[in-house]
C-alpha cells in the first residue's frame, strides 16, 4: 500500500504509481478521475514508485519519494528528493536532485545533483554535483586499491 499526498491531501493507493505528463496512474489505471494536477503541486509518495513523468502540466512541482523508484524520473521544472534509489534516469530541467543511488544518468539544467552513487554521467549547467561514491571510485582506481 501507497501513501500519495498532493498538496496537502492524502490518497491510500495499491499498486504501482506512475505520473505522466500531469495525470497520476496506479496499475496504469487514471487515477482520481483523471482530474489534471495544479499548476504548482507538492507531490509526495510514501513508498515506491514505477516511473514518473512530468513533461507538461504544473508549472513547478516538488516531489519527494520515501522509497525507491523502479524507472526513470523526470520534470520538466521541480526539485526531485527520492530517499532510496532509482533504477533509470533522473532528470529535471530547473531543479534539484537528490537520491541515494542511481543506476543510469542525473541531469538537471538549473540545480544541484546530490546523490550517493551515480553509475550513469551526471550533469548540471549552473549547478554543482556530489557524488561521494563516484569520487571514492576514481581515488581507489588511480590508487589501484
Do not use: W
Not at 496512474?25 to 495544479?38: A, I, K, R, S, T
Not at 516511473?51 to 520515501?66: A, I, Q, R, T
Amino acid at each position: 500500500m501507497n501513501t500519495i499526498i498532493l498538496n496537502g491531501k492524502k490518497y491510500e493507493v495499491d499498486g504501482a504509481v506512475s505520473i505522466i505528463n500531469d495525470r497520476i496512474y496506479v496499475n496504469g489505471q487514471l487515477f482520481d478521475n483523471g482530474e489534471p494536477l495544479d499548476r504548482t503541486v507538492n507531490i509526495t509518495i510514501v513508498g515506491d514508485v514505477q516511473s514518473m513523468k512530468l513533461d507538461k502540466g504544473p508549472s513547478h512541482v516538488s516531489v519527494k519519494v520515501s522509497g525507491n523508484v523502479s524507472g526513470g524520473i523526470s520534470t520538466a521544472s521541480g526539485d526531485i528528493d527520492i530517499a532510496g534509489d532509482v533504477t533509470g534516469d533522473v532528470r529535471s530541467t530547473s531543479g534539484n536532485i537528490k537520491c541515494k543511488n542511481i543506476s543510469g544518468g542525473a541531469k538537471t539544467v538549473s540545480g544541484d545533483i546530490s546523490c550517493t552513487k551515480i553509475d550513469g554521467g551526471a550533469s548540471s549547467v549552473s549547478g554543482d554535483v556530489n557524488g561521494r561514491s563516484r569520487i571514492k571510485d576514481i581515488f581507489d582506481t588511480v590508487f589501484n586499491m
